[in-house]
């Protein structure tokens, strides 16, 4: 096992995204029939892809050489037909101290994985394991998911909202960037529910005075000239 990767408390993907527009580059959006096992459990780490190829040695072979705090993304396929992973495996990636798990397929022994706790995100879960004779060959180190392709040069952020995917040497400023974003927008729900509409607090009916006169001009551009939040 290789040495322990750095975790990053993730923010939510939502600002991950805000960030990656704001920096001008690409946060891909894996496909958004992934979602959560359990609702609430946010995922974030290094990405530990693998092509599933019918058998338990290719994910057994990835656990032993993954780091703790990545995230096994596993490319079944998007079938819908056989689950690929069930307790004994995200049992053994948890005791493995990995983050948790992508699976472009289905999962099985639901109730169980909710016991373990392990962030799991999938298509959803089928009762059936895999129902193919395995192929012989060595483990793929890489996986797509419905054409969008994920590499050990990659980082997963997800959450209820869906899984992102960025290169893992941009995370820091994305990260950095995203909290801020995040500061923002906590800060402005809370002037809110205390009694300051979002309306009052971007100066709404002066932009729109102002707009009257100018009618190419946007809300953003408003706000950045006056030095107030942007995160609307």
């Given at each position: 096992m290789h040495a322990a990767a750095a975790s990053v408390s993730a923010p939510p993907t939502a600002a991950v995204a805000d960030a990656a527009m704001r920096l001008g580059f690409d946060a891909r959006l894996a496909p958004v029939a992934l979602r959560p096992l359990v609702a609430g459990v946010p995922l974030s780490g290094r990405a530990r892809p693998v092509t599933h190829l019918g058998s338990v040695d290719v994910l057994l072979e990835t656990i032993d050489d993954a780091s703790p705090g990545e995230v096994m993304v596993i490319d079944n396929g998007g079938r819908l037909d056989e689950a690929c992973v069930g307790d004994l495996m995200v049992l053994e990636a948890e005791r493995a101290g990995l983050a948790g798990l992508v699976i472009w397929g289905l999962h099985r022994d639901s109730s169980q994985l909710r016991e373990i706790g392990l962030p799991v995100f999938s298509l959803g879960a089928c009762p059936y394991g895999p129902r193919r004779v395995p192929p012989a060959g060595r483990r793929m180190p890489s996986a797509v998911l419905d054409g969008v392709a994920v590499t050990e040069a990659d980082h997963v952020f997800a959450d209820d909202d869906g899984v992102l995917l960025v290169a893992a040497d941009r995370v820091g400023e994305l990260v950095e960037l995203a909290?801020?974003?995040?500061?923002?927008?906590?800060?402005?729900?809370?002037?809110?529910?205390?009694?300051?509409?979002?309306?009052e607090q971007l100066d709404f009916s002066g932009y729109r005075a102002r707009q009257a006169a100018e009618p190419e001009l946007t809300l953003r551009r408003y706000l950045q000239e006056r030095g107030g939040a942007i995160e609307v």
């Open positions: 909290r801020a974003i995040q500061l923002t927008e906590t800060a402005q729900a809370e002037q809110m529910r205390d009694g300051t509409s979002l309306r």
